[in-house]
Antibody
Framework: EVHLVESGGGLVQPGGSLRLSCVAS????????MTWVRQAPGKGLEWVAN????????VYVDSVKGRFTISRDNAKNSLYLQMNSLRAEDTAVYYC???????????????WGQGTMVTVSS | VVMTQSPLSLPVTLGQPASISCRSS???????????LNWFQQRPGQSPRRLLF???NRDSGVPDRFSGSGSGTDFTLKISRVEAEDVGVYYC?????????FGQGTTLEIK
């Protein structure tokens, strides 16, 4: 069964940093775009960032540009999100998601992890 | 691209149909002539799950009471007969233009 398992969430002070990880299993990770989507408590879904198969293209929502970095290690079937200069408004469940079209993402989001909670608070 | 869903709250009687509208501020037709408008269901306490991709293509395991239609800027998700397991929040999302954008979500509840 295909799986995405996130880890690395937790409580961090404003201005702090956190690195989220996601491990994929039972599908060919290296051929898929990958995505981070977040959901603030009681709110809707927000796309955060995408990365293509060979890490040559990264795209971010404006609110995290310059603060967050998406990366991947295909040898380890792993996706990462380095989050710096964290703000209270970054508090959310962060989902690791597969975006399956090989030619581009297109928000097709066919596989989702269970999510990891990030809380930014003093 | 701004995605606007309506209604935001949808109380439905079991066995009755339901319809959710999703409108985009720009055409979602991509240069390859595909329309990258997808629908997701999020049941209480669960991760989202894709129901339909490219407007009307139903995912494996999704009951055929779910259907999608529309073109350009105007799209609709329909449930022909609502069942108890359909309770949750429904989102549309466009993948035609960066940044990807979701609708606000429509909460379906049983009357």
């Amino acid at each position: 069964e295909v799986h995405l398992v996130e880890s690395g969430g937790g409580l961090v002070q404003p201005g702090g940093s956190l690195r989220l990880s996601c491990v994929a299993s039972a599908f060919t990770f290296s051929t898929s775009w990958m995505t981070w989507v977040r959901q603030a408590p009681g709110k809707g879904l927000e796309w955060v960032a995408n990365i293509n198969q060979d890490s040559s293209k990264e795209v971010y929502v404006d609110s995290v540009k310059g603060r967050f970095t998406i990366s991947r290690d295909n040898a380890k079937n792993s996706l990462y999100l380095q989050m710096n200069s964290l703000r209270a408004e970054d508090t959310a469940v962060y989902y690791c998601v597969r975006d399956p079209y090989s030619s581009g993402g297109y928000a097709a989001f066919d596989i989702w992890g269970q999510g990891t909670m990030v809380t930014v608070s003093s | 691209v701004v995605m606007t869903q309506s209604p935001l709250s949808l109380p439905v009687t079991l066995g009755q149909p339901a319809s959710i509208s999703c409108r985009s501020s720009e055409s979602l037709v991509y240069k390859d002539e595909n329309t990258y408008l997808n629908w997701f269901q999020q049941r209480p306490g669960q991760s989202p799950r894709r129901l339909l991709f490219k407007v009307s293509n139903r995912d494996s395991g999704v009951p055929d009471r779910f259907s999608g239609s529309g073109s350009g800027t105007d799209f609709t998700l329909k449930i022909s007969r609502v069942e108890a397991e359909d309770v949750g929040v429904y989102y549309c999302v466009q993948g035609t233009k960066w940044p990807y954008t979701f609708g606000q979500g429509t909460t379906l509840e049983i009357k």
